[in-house]
């Protein structure tokens, strides 16, 4: 880049984007990934002989608890559905094409939802934005329960559509404004975690009641899914709001006593305050409302660009490499290797379910650890490798080229090695991507396009699997998932940085200047490329 202070970045080099303030002192700056002090990072003891740090870590980790319920209701749903769909068919008589209907339009309908998420958080606030989805939600799941036909069934498909939409978008961006920097991508993969959770519960709920008649049993199974409104109704008023939403709405003293809660000392505290007072004030925050945030993503300057292609792209590759297919249509896939029994195909359910939870575990302790793109490269390549696997194997079995023994055993393998190659990976770190990458000004409706991106190409996937798989068969489907998760390997390579450690504020830099991205460097580094010389 040459030299150039920190302060000419973004105006510049044309890209748009605001400067940042420098980072120390004269001719110098602080590096982007400096060690917290040591004192600092024990924080202050209070009277109670309780660390300060340590409470604080236990309200975040609370505040993120909560935040992700919304997530078990899409879980479940999505879960539950793939055993439901089996007793719907046989109790309302329903076609093929309904099938793929009534699965994939949640997906596509939540798009309304993921719409309007952004806009409404910045109207009303993140939290009472998840209010509201639970409450759509739940509307839409009580009208499913008790609905007399296919009709009725779909509207309340649509609601509930509406409410997860709401949800998806909302519950990541307040995790990632409300969580230090150390544990950001642990903590704004909760939502995912509660993800996996609700579709075991879903597994478990229909293999419980598959013994019940075909009029009741998926009606039951899609009326639990209410339960989990009591404690989200609970969390509304345990839960505080997103100081930097607090702070856009120039209400300054309650984002300090948030920040004062979920940091570790004082300074800390008053130190994050200052960098997002910092961030709204250098973009202008109060400025950009309605048709001035979505002028500036439909006609981006080239670091926005940069940000919407690294975001939109992540959550599209999430949903096109097949993964809510394997989800919804897991007892098809088992069926097509030679499972006949209808609990026998809801029990290899519960153990797809089981390794996705227990693998998405296992991503929350890695991801601020090892870094978001390292656990990405290992998920794509083996996610490439099990839908290939899949694929072959359901093709040997369909020409007979093995025995129906093997060829399910390799089915159910895949089918595991693939959620759980998923749930290591892009299940996790794409939602935290899409959270971390984006401006404040952006942030809420920018993740929301993100959002909408995922969820268009769930809803395809899942409406248009029945159809592909009786033209190509259900092992060519799988090859060409395959296909697009190798494809996916190459813009991980290209297009997502590494952001392990580094502050919101922080992230900015790198796609301000650009030079990394397109360099498909994975580590951030310094900041000397944008400073300097000595």
């Known amino acids: 880049m040459g030299s150039?202070?920190?302060?000419?970045?973004?105006?510049?080099?044309?890209?748009?984007?605001?400067?940042?303030?420098?980072?120390?002192?004269?001719?110098?700056?602080?590096?982007?990934?400096?060690?917290?002090?040591?004192?600092?990072?024990?924080?202050?003891?209070?009277?109670?002989?309780?660390?300060?740090?340590?409470?604080?870590?236990?309200?975040?980790?609370?505040?993120?608890?909560?935040?992700?319920?919304?997530?078990?209701?899409?879980?479940?749903?999505?879960?539950?559905?793939?055993?439901?769909?089996?007793?719907?068919?046989?109790?309302?008589?329903?076609?093929?094409?309904?099938?793929?209907?009534?699965v994939g339009c949640l997906s596509i309908v939540s798009l309304l939802g993921s719409l309007a998420g952004g806009r409404t958080s910045d109207a009303i606030g993140r939290k009472w934005t998840m209010g509201l989805a639970a409450i759509v939600f739940q509307t839409g799941a009580a009208i499913m329960a008790f609905a007399p036909s296919f009709r009725v069934l779909m509207i309340g498909r649509?609601?509930?559509?509406?409410?997860?939409?709401?949800?998806?978008?909302?519950?990541?961006?307040?995790?990632?404004?409300?969580?230090?920097?150390?544990?950001?991508?642990?903590?704004?993969?909760?939502?995912?975690?509660?993800?996996?959770?609700?579709?075991?519960?879903?597994?478990?709920?229909?293999?419980?009641?598959?013994?019940?008649?075909?009029?009741?049993?998926?009606?039951?199974?899609?009326?639990?899914?209410?339960?989990?409104?009591?404690?989200?109704?609970?969390?509304?008023?345990?839960?505080?709001?997103?100081?930097?939403?607090?702070?856009?709405?120039?209400?300054?003293?309650?984002?300090?006593?948030?920040?004062?809660?979920?940091?570790?000392?004082?300074?800390?505290?008053?130190?994050?305050?200052?960098?997002?007072?910092?961030?709204?004030?250098?973009?202008?925050?109060?400025?950009?409302?309605?048709?001035?945030?979505?002028?500036?993503?439909?006609?981006?300057?080239?670091?926005?660009?940069?940000?919407?292609?690294?975001?939109?792209?992540?959550?599209?590759?999430?949903?096109?490499?097949?993964?809510d297919a394997t989800v919804y249509y897991s007892p098809t896939i088992f069926r097509d290797a030679g499972i006949e029994s209808d609990s026998k195909l809801l029990a290899a359910t519960v153990a797809v379910g089981f390794t996705k939870t227990i693998f998405i575990l296992i991503a929350i302790l890695l991801i601020d650890r090892v870094g978001r793109k390292p656990l990405l490269y290992v998920s794509t390549i083996g996610m490439t490798i099990c839908l290939f696997g899949l694929g072959l194997a359901l093709s040997l079995l369909k020409h007979e080229l093995v025995s129906t023994k093997l060829g399910i055993g390799v089915a159910i393998l895949s089918v595991c090695g693939n959620v759980a190659f998923f749930s290591v990976g892009m299940g996790p770190v794409c939602w935290v991507l899409s959270t971390e990458i984006f401006p404040l000004k952006l942030r809420a409706q920018a993740t929301a396009l993100g959002a909408v991106g995922n969820r268009v190409c769930s809803g395809l996937v899942a409406m248009s699997f029945l159809s592909v798989c009786r033209i190509l068969s259900v092992a060519g489907t799988f090859l060409i998932f395959s296909l697009f998760s190798a494809v996916s390997v190459v813009f991980i390579y290209k297009?997502?940085?590494e952001?392990?450690?580094?502050?919101?504020?922080?992230?900015?830099?790198?796609?301000?200047?650009?030079?990394?991205?397109?360099?498909?460097?994975?580590?951030?580094?310094?900041?000397?490329?944008l400073v300097q010389r000595n």
């Open 158 to 323: 649509l609601l509930a559509g509406v409410g997860i939409g709401f949800g998806v978008m909302i519950a990541p961006v307040y995790i990632a404004e409300i969580s230090p920097a150390v544990a950001r991508g642990s903590l704004t993969s909760f939502p995912e975690i509660f993800i996996n959770i609700g579709i075991l519960l879903g597994y478990i709920s229909n293999y419980a009641f598959s013994g019940l008649s075909e009029h009741i049993s998926w009606r039951i199974m899609l009326g639990v899914g209410i339960l989990p409104s009591v404690f989200i109704g609970f969390a509304l008023f345990v839960i505080p709001e997103s100081p930097r939403w607090l702070v856009m709405q120039k209400r300054v003293d309650e984002a300090r006593s948030v920040l004062t809660k979920v940091s570790e000392s004082n300074g800390d505290a008053e130190q994050r305050l200052a960098e997002i007072e910092q961030a709204a004030s250098v973009t202008g925050a109060e400025g950009y409302r309605g048709k001035a945030v979505w002028r500036e993503l439909l006609r981006p300057s080239p670091a926005v660009r940069r940000m919407l292609i690294t975001g939109f792209g992540i959550q599209c590759f999430q949903q096109v490499t097949g993964i």
């Open 495 to 497: 297009c997502v940085p």
């Open 499 to 529: 952001t392990k450690g580094k502050t919101l504020e922080q992230i900015e830099v790198l796609f301000q200047d650009g030079v990394e991205w397109k360099r498909g460097e994975v580590e951030l580094g310094d900041v000397e490329h």
């Open 4 to 102: 150039m202070d920190l302060e000419e970045v973004g105006n510049g080099n044309g890209n748009g984007l605001p400067r940042l303030p420098r980072m120390g002192g004269k001719g110098k700056y602080r590096r982007m990934d400096a060690e917290v002090n040591e004192e600092e990072a024990e924080g202050e003891v209070l009277e109670t002989g309780w660390s300060r740090g340590s409470e604080s870590r236990t309200y975040v980790f609370a505040c993120a608890v909560f935040a992700s319920l919304n997530n078990v209701l899409l879980g479940y749903d999505v879960g539950v559905m793939s055993g439901c769909i089996l007793f719907i068919k046989k109790d309302l008589n329903i076609t093929e094409v309904q099938q793929e209907v009534l």
